[in-house]
């Protein structure tokens, strides 16, 4: 095999298992969206202490999707420390993560000059199929 | 059968004949698409989930917006150092330093981004090439040389091609090979995400069921067979580094997939696509064609 080949080849996979290895570590990624598709899917919104939906851009300049990805950033980030998987954390610890989450939602909206209001909650829509239909649960993840 | 794999092997990756003016093309193209996508101001001030080289430096001053306009200024005349050809070993790096700090603090905020990495990374391993072909006194400094040419090609495709088979590689991963079975699923996303931009706006506009998606789930072969042949295009993209008319081929193909999700789903793959426009449709070669005849292999040593 021509030598440009094998440098390529070696590079080439070089570079794959790097990415696969760093994650997300910018330039690298390992690309997870839509990695392990199954029968439920969810999202977050946020609304205020009546549960009345707030635009999340508009406040923080964050979208509804990066709220979601910054709980679950944050999530797996605690639930490293803490030695443990994310789903088997106890809920003092999910109900730290959304408190700080919020604080920081919070200083990213007084900062845009668009505050939020002082009580906030959290939701969480469960999708789910059922059969001939889709359905969507939402629950209150956490309230100010 | 062994001589058919070494027969495949051997069509692998072939280096390309570029010429001068494709080169300055691609370049000129390249430095556009990096221009227009690059912020026009960055909002960030802290990074309090730290990725890539911000887990060493503070990058927040980044987010102070007289210094990002200067940074901005700053990146324009790299790009059109760039564009110009001269002293690449020094230009591209440069270029591919000052691309990556921002989206770095940017990806820092707890919420990753995967639209940007596939510029940086394109930069960062067409730097590695000038790079080493510059340690061989390959490259040229005033002018690029036609085996420099042909390297920063195969880099950019491969960190392309290479982008989109590692996404391939995370689905089997993640989902413990059970992907392609469960991909008919895929489709509750498409709910998901309608409702995200509609909780992001609150615009009445986007409050509404997503067409299809129970038909989707209903349906789960014609499903898996849809999100699955996008996936197998993914997984092979690579084959076409260094080819053209595959190239062009597969390009088309693939940014025929990202405008069905784009319609599907709302979601926007822009600097994908210019990518795989730049270097895999190869816009600037069949663009050079039009005046130019084309040559052979490139020799290298």
Partial sequence: MPFHKRILFVSFIAFIAFSLWAKENYPFSHYPMYSDPDPTAFYHYLTDAEGKPLA???????????????????????????????KKMPQAEWDA?????????????????TPLPVRVRIMRTDIRFEGDHVSETPRVLFAE | ?????????????PLPSVSTLEAVLTRLSLA???????????????????????????????????????????????????????????????????HVLPY????????????YQIMSLTLLGMSVAVVVQAIKKQAGWLRPSAVLNAWLLL????????????SVFSKM????????????????????????NYYSTLEPALQFDPPGVVWLLNHANLARLFFGGGVLLEAVLWIAI???????????????????????????????????????????????????????????S
């Fill in chain 2, 173 to 196: 991963i993640l989902s413990g090979g059970m992907w392609f079975f469960n991909s008919h699923y895929v489709a509750l996303d498409f709910v998901k995400t309608a409702r995200q």
């Fill in chain 1, 56 to 86: 999340t851009y508009a406040y923080t300049g964050k979208s509804a999707a990066q709220v979601g990805k910054i709980i679950r950033t944050r999530s797996i980030e605690r639930a490293k420390t803490l030695g443990t998987d994310a």
């Fill in chain 2, 32 to 98: 556009y698409a990096l221009w227009y996508f690059f912020p026009l101001q960055m909002e960030q001030t802290t990074q309090p989930s730290p990725v890539g080289l911000a887990h060493w430096f503070d990058l927040t001053w980044l987010g102070d917006p007289a210094t990002f306009q200067a940074y901005r200024t700053g990146f324009l005349v790299a790009l059109l150092w760039y564009a110009s050809g001269v002293a690449l070993p020094f230009a591209l790096p440069v270029v591919t330093v000052l």
């Fill in chain 2, 155 to 166: 880099a950019a495709q491969l960190m392309v091609g290479g982008a989109y088979l590692i």
């Fill in chain 2, 242 to 300: 260094g080819t053209r008319r595959l190239s062009l081929l597969m390009g088309v193909s693939v940014i025929v997939m990202h405008q069905s999700i784009q319609a599907l789903m709302g979601l926007n793959f822009h600097t994908h696509e210019a990518m795989v426009a730049v270097f895999f449709i190869n816009v600037p070669y069949w663009f050079s064609r039009l005046v130019e005849k084309p040559k052979g292999v490139v020799e290298t």
């Fill in chain 1, 97 to 113: 993560v959304c408190r700080d989450t919020l604080a920081y939602l919070h200083a990213q909206s007084q900062s845009n000059g």
């Fill in chain 2, 104 to 115: 770095t603090l940017f990806n820092s905020q707890a919420h990753p981004h995967h639209g």
């Fill in chain 2, 1 to 13: 059968m062994k001589a058919l794999a070494q027969r495949a092997l051997d069509a692998l990756f």
